[in-house]
């Protein structure tokens, strides 16, 4: 997609395209990127599927096509976005489309049942995923869910049971009630805490209320997770490895800079990436949230180890999540580096 198409259409769909467009200058100025190199073609087409509306979990993604980085890259980024049915797994592992996102478990589970999948990087390094309370509740832990009714999605029944022996709490001591999306079922009082993300759920339901909310983060009650996973099929990154190290040191660069400047990346969000199904106004407050699970400090940005996704693997085999293990060193063959 041309730079100055995605400016112009910009223009039209953002009415503070000023603040937008200072932005994207700077990012410009700081890229390698001339005039001349914008005119030259010979970009390597390379799509990307979504697995998830258009939200703030994808801004990296759209600053590095906004900003120039993929084509710095050499790349020509086009965007598959999510449709409900959309069998974004498949699509991948055929070859239909390079590179796309999914949730760890969901992914293992895939490769272990004969997809021929591999992960290249992790956009969240800590998982957003957990219980969502008010806090005039009192719920300051795990040991603070005995006696509380906890909302619970359909198919998450023994990873409830996991936090709940892992709290050394009772069988029983712990009601779960079965729900959907509606995060307002905290404030009527049906549920004590639902499950989530403090970076989705948590900030719709500080928005309907005055009251201070948190979250009951599953990496803090005993459950390592890794959550948006860039991942291709290995016939893809066999074949073209050089394609493949460049989309992730773009999109690397491209999240980088959209957590040094959120504001900015949910305009672009919010600009031609825009979808229907997502609330434009969360969208600066998400992009705000996100920094703390994309980013660690002392460590390379979408990377990932080998420890981790070990004990993620015995968790999700513990809980039901996953029905068999996979092989690891081939799964995370290609894989960015904790460590340069």
């Given at each position: 997609?041309?730079?100055f ?17 200072l ?13 001349e190199?914008l005119?030259?073609?010979a970009l390597?087409?390379?799509?990307f599927?979504a697995?998830?509306?258009?939200n ?7 600053w ?7 084509a710095?890259?050499g ?11 959309t069998?974004?797994l498949?699509d991948?592992g ?10 760890a478990?969901i ?6 049942k004969g997809?021929?999948l ?48 892992a709290?050394?709490l ?22 004590d ?19 201070p909310?948190?979250?009951l983060?599953?990496e ?5 997770m890794?959550s ?6 290995r ?7 050089e394609?493949?190290k ?8 491209g999240w980088e800079?959209a ?11 919010n ?6 199904e997502?609330d434009a ?9 996100l920094?703390?699970?994309?980013m660690?400090?002392?460590h390379?940005?979408?990377?990932m180890t ?9 968790n999700?085999?513990?809980?039901g999540m ?6 690891l060193?081939?799964f ?5 580096p904790?460590?340069?």
């Amino acid at each position: 997609m041309s730079f100055f198409l995605l400016i112009a259409g910009m223009i039209r769909l953002s009415p503070h395209f000023s603040m937008l467009l200072l932005g994207l200058c700077s990012c410009w100025m700081h890229s390698d990127l001339s005039a001349e190199d914008l005119a030259t073609p010979a970009l390597t087409p390379v799509s990307f599927q979504a697995d998830w509306f258009s939200n703030a979990q994808f801004a990296g993604f759209f600053w590095a096509d906004v900003g120039g980085i993929y084509a710095e890259h050499g790349l020509d980024f086009s965007f598959s976005p999510f449709a409900y049915g959309t069998d974004f797994l498949g699509d991948v592992g055929s070859g239909k489309v390079a590179f796309g996102t999914a949730e760890a478990y969901i992914l293992i589970d895939a490769v272990g049942k004969g997809a021929d999948l591999v992960a290249l990087g992790a956009v969240l390094v800590k998982s957003p995923a957990g219980y969502i309370y008010l806090k005039e509740s009192g719920i300051e832990g795990a040991a603070d869910l005995k006696g509380k009714r906890v909302g619970i999605h359909a198919y998450t029944d023994e990873l409830f049971k996991f936090f709940v022996a892992a709290a050394g709490l009772p069988e029983g001591s712990v009601e779960p009630v079965k729900v959907q999306h509606e995060i307002e079922t905290l404030l009527d009082g049906s549920v004590d805490l639902h499950q989530g993300y403090a970076i989705d759920e948590m900030l719709r339901l500080q928005s309907m209320t005055d009251q201070p909310v948190g979250t009951l983060l599953f990496e803090d009650l005993g459950m390592p997770m890794y959550s948006m996973v860039i991942y291709s099929s290995r016939k893809y990154v066999e074949a073209h490895p050089e394609i493949a190290k460049a989309f992730v040191a773009a999109s690397a660069a491209g999240w980088e800079r959209a957590m040094r400047a959120p504001e900015i990346a949910a305009l672009i969000v919010n600009g031609p990436y825009a979808s229907e199904e997502v609330d434009a106004a969360m969208v600066p407050v998400q992009a705000k949230a996100l920094k703390p699970f994309v980013m660690k400090e002392g460590h390379r940005t979408l990377s990932m180890t080998k420890a981790k996704w070990a004990a993620m693997q015995k968790n999700y085999l513990e809980t039901g999540m996953i029905k068999q293990a996979i092989d690891l060193d081939k799964f995370l063959e290609f894989a960015t580096p904790d460590k340069p």
